[in-house]
């Protein structure tokens, strides 16, 4: 699977496109236009968070409430 390089950061994530105007912020790690999920938080557009996938793992959006004693790996 080839990774698409990100646009220019001028181009808003397509998230953007299906949210409404008072939920699109900047990204946090390019701060190009992306949909947030309220007023706190930090955004991030599709690349961005496919990056984060690629360093934290598949659980990224769930930190640990509890500790499974691995490395992130599930499997
Ligand atoms: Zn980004």
Redesign the pocket.
Known sequence: MTSTP?PP?SEP?PSTFTASSSHVGP??????P?HKYGSGGLP??????AAARDNWGPAVRFTSTRTQGGDGRTR
């Open positions: 990100p950061i994530d990204c946090s790690g390019c701060q190009r992306t991030l557009c599709q690349w961005c968070l």
